[in-house]
């Protein structure tokens, strides 16, 4: 009977595994892109074969780990890496420094503060922060929302890759409706995640829950990719806009992550 060994060999820089580490150095990849990448641009970049990257490549994609553009002839993540990073930010660090600046904001503006990463088409919150007599929301943590009717959702969207967008809304089926108001075709999704890039903040008016209204600003990674959004969401209407207070802590949390480093 074989043993397999507790530690690898200290020895040896050959992977043990080369398909594992074909499959990890792929999505690593495409995780650092800001746009789809087609497969023989992986294989010259990555040095793997063309024929295994192809393999490799229809493997993840029948996992969801991938998607694949055939108009583009590009790839880029699907909704399972979606659900691995949301993993990682429903545990540190993101919820344990998110927290603190959520509360402070809440504190500070008197309404109710939420953290959410994208999991597949939906938001995930992971934090929130009540305001002290306000009422109680939908957003509690733990709790999925459709991303394209979420000011959350709107924020990380707009700072998804075009192709991206269209391959988690690629028809009218894609879209769910909760009150009768919001995007319904791709087409409106897209005119909306256009005034979201240009505006630099999200918003939504009774779109998750009627008379209650949200803004939200995406938190960034080093590739300028959307790894959270912070949000605020009040009752009625306000005296004040919150949205730059909403911009600050996401620049701040994004800050306290280590993304702004270079």
Known sequence: MSVIPDEPDAGSSRPQVPA????????????????????????????????????????????????????????????????????????????????????????????????????????????????????????????????????????????LPRAQVRALYPDAASFTDRTGRGPSRPAELRELLREVRQAGIASEDGEVTPGFRSVAAAVHDHAGWPVAAVAVTWEGERASDPAQEVLDAARMLQSRLGYDRR
């Open 20 to 159: 594992a580490d074909q499959t990890l150095r792929i999505l690593r990849h495409l995780a650092r892109r800001p746009a789809p990448i087609a497969a023989t641009a992986l294989a010259r970049d990555l040095g793997i074969p063309r024929s295994t990257v192809y393999h490799l490549l229809a493997t993840l994609e029948e996992h969801g780990f991938v998607v694949h553009l055939p108009q583009e002839r590009r790839w880029g993540l699907g909704t399972s890496a979606f659900e691995l990073a949301g993993g990682y930010a429903r545990q540190e660090p993101l919820a344990r420094l998110g927290r603190p600046l959520l509360a402070a904001l809440a504190d500070r503006i008197g309404e109710s503060a939420h953290l959410a990463v994208m999991s597949g088409r939906d938001v995930l919150y992971i934090v929130e922060e009540r305001a002290v007599r306000r009422p109680a929301l939908v957003t509690d943590v733990g709790v999925r929302l459709p991303a394209h009717l979420t000011a959350t959702g709107r924020a990380m969207l707009a700072s």
